[in-house]
Nanobody, 125 residues
Framework: QVQLAESGGGLVQAGGSLRLSCAAS????????MGWFRQAPGKEREFVAG????????LYADSVKGRFTISRDNAKNTLYLQMDNLKPADTAVYYC??????????????????WGQGTLVTVSS
């Protein structure tokens, strides 16, 4: 099973940008579909974005479509989430996740193989 470690969170003003990274180890990174979930204070975890093993296909939640971009570098065993035009509603702990199967599997929390420890993103107004 792959182990996941996020980095890149922090405090940013509304309208700003952040880039999250997720380093994977202990497994064959290219065998997994990858994605990001987030959990805002007092709310349940929600799907943010997913990417196929090849990086060709992506999937986004409607709330981030057009603002966030997911990508991966299989040679570096690393997943990324570029977040632009951030809003206070994007404030949350962001988790890197992995799964196997068709791409839409990554959007189902109960179908995931592994979770990272999370990184906090805070967007001030």
């Amino acid at each position: 099973q792959v182990q996941l470690a996020e980095s890149g969170g922090g405090l940013v003003q509304a309208g700003g940008s952040l880039r999250l990274s997720c380093a994977a180890s202990g497994g064959t990174f290219g065998n997994y579909i990858m994605g990001w979930f987030r959990q805002a204070p007092g709310k349940e975890r929600e799907f943010v974005a997913g990417i196929s093993w090849s990086g060709i296909s992506t999937l986004y939640a409607d709330s981030v479509k057009g603002r966030f971009t997911i990508s991966r570098d299989n040679a570096k065993n690393t997943l990324y989430l570029q977040m632009d035009n951030l809003k206070p509603a994007d404030t949350a702990v962001y988790y890197c996740v992995s799964a196997r199967g068709p791409l839409n599997t990554i959007s189902r929390a109960n179908a995931l193989d592994a979770w990272g420890q999370g990184t906090l993103v805070t967007v001030s107004s």
